[in-house]
């Protein structure tokens, strides 16, 4: 598959996640990183809407990768509860080393389950 696989970043920290999107962006500058971390009004937390809603902007493929505690639940939940056509995977590791794996997979034109593979060998 040729299409980009897009990232979705879940952690509590809003700031942690951008930090995440701003180093991958210098990785794989090609790769879309889209947030769903910290709560609405900017505090600590994680909202499964808030997920619901990268996955909506996502184009056909995309892996989500979160930090730890309800965040990795919300995803999960996230991933059940997606009724869609595209391709939303899930995948609980350290978010930092996973997202760079990820990202610079995705960029060498790999598919969610090529990825996913990468992961497990990382």
């Keep these: 598959m040729s299409d980009i696989v897009e990232l979705i970043i879940v952690s509590h920290s809003a700031k942690i996640a951008e930090g995440i999107q701003d180093l991958m962006k ?3 500058p090609t790769v879309p990183i889209h947030l769903a971390s910290g709560l609405e009004d ?10 619901l809603e ?7 493929e995309a ?3 979160s930090d730890i505690g309800s965040a990795t639940m919300n995803a999960e939940l ?11 995977q ?13 990202s610079v997979s995705s ?10 593979e990468q992961l497990k060998m990382a």
């Design 42 to 51: 900017g505090s600590i937390g994680t909202d499964v809407t808030r997920i």
């Design 78 to 88: 996230a991933v059940d509860m997606y009724e869609g056509d595209k391709t939303i």
């Design 54 to 60: 990268a996955i909506e902007v996502v184009d056909k």
């Design 63 to 65: 892996l989500i990768l």
């Design 90 to 102: 899930f995948y609980d590791g350290p978010i930092v080393e996973s997202a760079f794996v990820a």
């Design 26 to 28: 210098e990785m794989a």
């Design 107 to 116: 960029g060498n034109g790999m598919d969610v389950a090529q990825i996913i």
